[in-house]
């Protein structure tokens, strides 16, 4: 009999949904329905069916009939589309947050038509991208109309406005929603963003993740300091909205929250780095041509040869080289911190419906593992789940952006003689992300890029005896402890492409 306890073939991913619970098994990512949930979510699965849902963005969804589960317990089995890769909002771009919120406002609006809609509409975690495209992924979120005034959970503990003495009990539901949910979630760090506040908005979606803390982004905090023409077009779209609902007009309700969203200016279309490829002459075709230099031709040969299916670009920018990966066949995971880049890249991926996930995200802070509130241990999905064992609410970078290859181009220098990090951290650190090969572009200290920014390199110039360790050699010597294999070309006098592969301890 298999033993369906062992971590490679069922592992629980923690969430909080009263009807049941998320795990994968032998590689496919099911959801077991709790004992007394299964009639309702059945009829909801026919529903979903006849309506054919999942072409409005619901992930794709089934029914599984498996004898080696049955022994757990549950009233069925449903599996749904697994995707390459795990996000969270605050990775997301200012563009993938806007596009996420209005694709559930969409999807909410149209979900109206056949009698249904979402009850945790807003909440970031309910949405994953398929490279640039938004799927709600949350399937027990979908609910009839008839049923919101039955969610115990959304009950009105005070009246928000005026407004809301005119609504309809099921208005008020509604409206509930939106205010503990789409506004903290979506809203209001999308004015954080159209304030400039980009950096502060990442790490407040961050440390308010639903169910890692009982904190929340509020409306004071969205508008602290911002412009009075910002905050009075706010309320005003606000009252709005709030009109609707005194009419029961859940539908204009939305279309002026959609009208809202889309007015704001979230995106950076500038940064001082956006037009880094431009400036140094290498915003090339991505066809191999004389026009090229070593660089662009080493990488080319070498995914050529590899052949990964997935690369993980570090410092990507606006993506030159995850663009050529993605051309030639390979699904990419793009990362850097500069917001403008990272939005540029998502931009053109999404026209040219490329394989690419930009991410805006800097490898000295990468998302480590965050456990859910400890609140939450006596929460009924604790208590009914089926599968035990401890798992984390976020899961560390690693562990969901993993890839064949890293790609790090002009990298190294700066996490060690910028950062101050030894070979061994920061190739660990690199090789983390790897499943089996890295390109890594070395750089030695007298290239002329280093020599003239001392701001860029501040350990070094700081002390530049202390990086005598610094060599092509030693870092040659650090990537054979964690690769077979390593290789290098040379690019010009002063850089070389290493070419690893064969990790250790994956044969």
Same mark, same amino acid.
């Given at each position: 009999m298999t033993k369906l306890n062992k971590p490679d073939l069922l592992q629980k991913i923690l969430g909080f949904d009263p009807s049941g619970e998320i795990f994968i098994y032998k590689g496919r990512l099911l959801r077991g329905i709790f004992p007394g949930h299964g009639a309702i979510v059945q009829k909801l699965l026919e529903k979903y069916r006849r309506h054919k849902l999942w072409n409005l963005g619901i992930v794709k969804t089934d029914l599984v009939v498996d004898p080696e589960l049955s022994h757990l317990g549950y009233d069925m089995v449903l599996e749904h589309e697994k995707f390459p890769f795990i996000t969270y909002a605050h990775e997301w771009t200012p563009g993938m947050l806007k596009e996420a919120a209005l694709f559930q406002i969409n999807l909410n609006r149209q979900l109206l038509d056949f009698g249904m809609l979402l009850k945790d509409?807003?909440?970031?975690?309910?949405?994953?991208?398929?490279?640039?495209?938004?799927?709600?992924v949350d399937f027990l979120s979908l609910i009839s109309t008839d049923d919101l005034t039955k969610e115990e959970w959304l009950? !009105?503990?005070?009246?928000?406005s005026p407004?809301?003495?005119?609504?309809?009990? !099921?208005?008020?539901?509604? /409206?509930?929603?939106?205010?503990?949910?789409?506004?903290?979630?979506?809203?209001?760090?999308l004015y954080m963003m159209a304030q400039g506040r980009h950096d502060q908005a990442r790490k407040r979606l961050f440390k308010t993740a639903l169910n890692t803390t009982t904190d929340t982004i509020t409306e004071q905090e969205a508008f602290a300091g911002s412009h009075a023409s910002l905050t009075s077009y706010y309320r005003q779209a606000l009252t709005a909205r709030e009109q609707a609902l005194a009419k029961d007009d859940w539908h204009q309700f939305m279309d002026i929250l959609r009208q809202?969203?889309?007015?704001? !200016? $979230?995106?950076?279309?500038?940064?001082?780095?956006?037009?880094?490829?431009?400036?140094?002459?290498?915003?090339?075709?991505?066809?191999?041509?004389?026009?090229?230099?070593?660089?662009?031709?080493?990488?080319?040969?070498?995914?050529?040869?590899?052949?990964?299916?997935?690369v993980f670009d570090v410092g990507a920018n606006t993506g030159w080289y995850s663009i050529l990966a993605a051309k030639m066949g390979c699904k990419v995971?793009?990362?850097? /911190?500069?917001?403008?880049?990272?939005d540029i890249l998502y931009q053109r991926a999404r026209n040219e419906n490329l394989p690419i996930l930009p991410l805006v995200m800097d490898l000295m802070e990468i998302t480590p593992d965050v456990p859910a509130w400890s609140g939450f241990a006596d929460d009924p999905h604790i208590l009914n789940s089926r599968i035990k064992g401890e798992t984390p609410l976020l899961l560390a970078a690693q562990k969901r952006l993993k890839c064949d290859l890293v790609?790090?181009?002009a990298m190294i220098h700066h996490l060690t003689l910028g950062m101050g990090m030894d070979f061994e951290t920061a190739i660990g650190l690199l090789a983390s992300f790897s499943?089996?090969?890295?390109?890594?572009?070395?750089? $030695?200290?007298?290239? !002329?890029?280093?020599v003239g920014e001392p701001d860029f390199f501040k350990a070094y110039f700081h002390n530049p005896h202390a990086f005598d360790w610094y060599t092509q050699q030693g870092c040659h010597q650090v990537l054979l402890r964690h690769y077979d294999k390593v290789?290098?070309?040379?690019?010009t006098g002063s850089r070389v492409l290493f070419v690893c592969s064969q990790k250790k301890g994956t044969a």
């Open positions: 509409c807003g909440v970031s975690s309910n949405v994953l991208f398929k490279f640039t495209e938004p799927v709600f009950k !009105p503990a005070s009246v928000r407004f809301q003495l005119s609504s309809s009990e !099921p208005s008020r539901y509604f /409206n509930e929603i939106f205010y503990r949910m789409f506004y903290p979630c979506m809203l209001y760090p809202e969203i889309e007015s704001l !200016p $979230v995106t950076m279309e500038r940064s001082r780095y956006s037009d880094y490829y431009a400036l140094k002459g290498e915003d090339f075709e991505f066809t191999p041509s004389e026009a090229w230099k070593a660089k662009q031709h080493a990488v080319y040969r070498a995914l050529q040869s590899l052949h990964p299916d997935t995971v793009a990362i850097d /911190n500069d917001h403008a880049c990272m790609l790090s181009l499943e089996k090969y890295l390109l890594l572009e070395f750089v $030695v200290k007298e290239d !002329p890029l280093i290789e290098f070309v040379d690019l």
